[in-house]
Nanobody
Framework: QVQLVESGGGMVQPGGSLRLSCAAS????????MGWYRQFPGKERELVAR???????NYADSVKGRFTISRDNAKNTVSLQMNSLKPEDTAVYYC??????????????WGKGTLVTVSS
């Protein structure tokens, strides 16, 4: 069974940095897409950054120049380096992967989320 496990959330002061990591486990044949989303209280989940096969990346306008997404294809992991954090980055961050796995085939998987709080 495929699982996505996030780590690295926490509290940081404005201007600080955090690094989120996500590992996909299970019998995975291929990963098409990995990304990070975030959700503010009472709001829809929104894309933060994504990386697809070939290393193509996309970022939300609000994080361009501050966040960097990277992926380790051999380990099925994705990371999000977040610099120059702002209070408005405070949210629950979710890892997402679209992949093909043994028994389940192609699917869309989510982690449980990790809280990032930016506050002085």
């Amino acid at each position: 069974q495929v699982q996505l496990v996030e780590s690295g959330g926490g509290m940081v002061q404005p201007g600080g940095s955090l690094r989120l990591s996500c590992a996909a486990s299970g019998t995975i044949f291929s990963v098409n897409y990995m990304g990070w989303y975030r959700q503010f209280p009472g709001k829809e989940r929104e894309l933060v950054a994504r990386i697809i096969n070939g290393g193509i990346t996309n970022y939300a306008d609000s994080v361009k120049g501050r966040f960097t997404i990277s992926r380790d294809n051999a380990k099925n992991t994705v990371s999000l380096q977040m610099n120059s954090l702002k209070p408005e980055d405070t949210a629950v961050y979710y890892c997402n992967a679209k992949l093909t796995a043994f028994m389940t085939g192609y699917g869309d998987y989510w982690g449980k989320g990790t809280l990032v709080t930016v506050s002085s």
